[in-house]
């Protein structure tokens, strides 16, 4: 059984998120700690986007930058929080974050996380 779901452009892996934290390991980087994560969305308006960010303020999402893409036709966001993840439970919520911004008309596009700042033990 693969674990793995597509929101348009993006692919959602279990088996990527475990691949990434093992290569970040093997390279003396730790991301099972407290990062920053930023995830990555996008709307056809600036209002949709906005709405969004709002629903999600209760969950401790900070907005990030808001930029159009797609030669203007939409307009990305960045949200970020303060976590720990394994890979599952980084799994776990970008189905959650997917789901959630389909049933506001906004595409999840991905994550970053701030790695370079907590190096392994």
Do not use: W
Not at 42 to 63: I, Q
Not at 76 to 94: D, G, M, N, Q, V
């Amino acid at each position: 059984m693969t674990t793995q779901q597509s929101t348009n452009d993006y692919s959602i892996s279990l088996e990527n998120n475990i691949t990434l934290f093992n290569h970040a390991s093997t390279n003396g980087l730790n991301m099972e700690g407290v990062l920053t994560y930023t995830y990555l969305f996008s709307g056809p308006t600036m209002r949709s986007v906005k709405n969004f960010a709002n629903a999600l303020k209760k969950e401790k999402f900070v907005r990030g930058r808001r930029y159009p893409i797609c030669k203007g036709k939409k307009i990305a966001i960045e949200l970020k929080r303060k976590e720990a993840h394994t890979p599952h439970t980084l799994y776990e919520l970008e189905i959650k974050l997917a789901e959630f911004s389909l049933r506001h008309a906004v595409e999840y596009g991905g994550f970053e996380a701030d790695v370079y700042m907590n190096t392994a033990k």
